[in-house]
Nanobody, 124 residues
Framework: QVPLVESGGGLVQAGASLRLPCTSSGRTFMMYGMGWFRQAPGKERELVATISANRGSTTAYADSVKGRFANSRNNDNATLYLQMNSLLPEDTAVYYC????????????????WGQGTQVTGSS
């Protein structure tokens, strides 16, 4: 499976927005459910959002981001997006996208392909 590449991270003030793209060069991009996870310093990796394969008609979110973050996919350009609005200092983490599951899962252990991560820092 081809690797994933995240981008779009940065330092933003509380309340600002960021959009993280996650790109893949694989022809099988649309076949897989995908997820976003994040890891803050000294904490374990946690789920942010998932999206189903193909049209991405089913999404799920962690309670901490529900209503602020939105997950979408564009199969034509093999890109997954995480739109993050109303960012909070506690959203500070390295954000990872993941793939390799036929059914989107909230369990990070189910995913077999990961990006290198992109740092998001929300300042107060």
């Amino acid at each position: 499976q081809v690797p994933l590449v995240e981008s779009g991270g940065g330092l933003v003030q509380a309340g600002a927005s960021l959009r993280l793209p996650c790109t893949s060069s694989g022809r099988t991009f649309m076949m897989y459910g995908m997820g976003w996870f994040r890891q803050a310093p000294g904490k374990e990796r946690e789920l942010v959002a998932t999206i189903s394969a193909n049209r991405g008609s089913t999404t799920a979110y962690a309670d901490s981001v529900k209503g602020r973050f939105a997950n979408s996919r564009n199969n034509d350009n093999a890109t997954l997006y995480l739109q993050m609005n109303s960012l909070l200092p506690e959203d500070t983490a390295v954000y990872y996208c993941a793939s390799g599951v036929f059914f989107a899962s909230q369990d990070a252990r189910q995913y077999t392909v990961w990006g290198q991560g992109t740092q998001v820092t929300g300042s107060s």
